[in-house]
């Protein structure tokens, strides 16, 4: 998918989205009834994770996502977003997912001539007890990144078409905590992406095909290179 194109489609995302594909939610691989997935009734941890869309070398749209470090404080070997816990000074979600992002990835947001677009589906983690907002951007400079050392092993950008429906998702079954648990995976490089991040990448992998831009429209146009954008950055 273009860049160019990836940004007019989210741009014009309905507010009520659609879901990820369900074979991405965890299940017990018994035969057990599935693990509760709604939000709980007691307060929750609030969260915040940046799905940043950047243009490709080629122009092609790509998400930044991170590998975590393995014995690091967080989900070692995993691949997630940059973002983490909110702070009493963050002003909201998107406060959270950038200051997030600046510490882990070196992201500055005016030299990538990045815009906040909107958010998708909360998602809750029932090991953590957090509650994460996923804060939608796009940066139509290609960021300079480099991984904090002490939680980010690799940067990654994967491209978006790999989690389009239709794109392939595999099953995996493994025990944890002793658990049997069978969930779909996307596979990345020589990476699995599993959990919440697979979750909130198969919604906008929906959403996306679910907003496809009609004929002529600007979406259809050639996408901006890297520092070039038809749109001024907001910040």
């Known amino acids: 998918m273009r860049f160019g194109d990836a940004v007019a489609r989210l741009e014009r995302m309905p507010e009520r989205l659609p879901p990820a594909p369900p074979e991405l939610m965890p299940v017990l691989a018994d035969g057990r009834p599935r693990p509760a997935s709604s939000f709980p009734d007691v307060p929750a941890r609030a969260a915040a994770v ?7 070398p080629e122009g ?7 590998e975590r470090v393995v014995g690091g404080r967080h989900h070692g070997g995993e691949v997630s977003f940059a973002g983490g816990a909110a702070e009493p000074g963050d002003a ?14 070196g992201l500055d947001p005016e030299a990538a001539g990045l815009r906040v677009i909107g958010r998708l589906d909360q998602v809750w983690i029932p090991v953590s007890g957090f509650r994460i907002t996923p804060v939608l951007a796009v940066a139509h ?3 300079a990144l480099y991984p904090a050392e002490a939680e980010v092993a690799r940067i990654i950008e994967a491209p978006l078409s790999a989690f389009l429906p239709g794109a392939e998702i595999r ?5 944890m905590r002793d658990w049997p648990i069978r969930y779909g995976a996307y596979p990345v490089e020589d990476l699995l992406i599993w959990g919440a991040t697979a979750r909130i990448l198969g919604q906008l992998g929906a959403a996306l095909a679910a907003n496809q831009a009609a004929p002529g429209s600007p979406a259809s146009a050639a996408s901006p290179g890297p520092g070039q954008s038809s749109r001024s950055p907001v910040k």
């Not at 940046?50 to 490709?56: D, F, K």
């Not at 909201?92 to 990835?105: F, G, M, S, V």
Request: glycine share 2%; no cysteine; hydrophobic share 55%.
């Open 50 to 56: 940046l799905v940043l869309i950047v243009p490709g």
């Open 60 to 66: 092609e749209a790509r998400v930044v996502l991170t």
């Open 92 to 105: 909201d979600a998107a406060a959270t997912a950038l200051r997030e992002a600046a510490e882990e990835i």
């Open 141 to 143: 400079r290609h960021p």
């Open 171 to 175: 099953i995996v079954e493994r025990t």
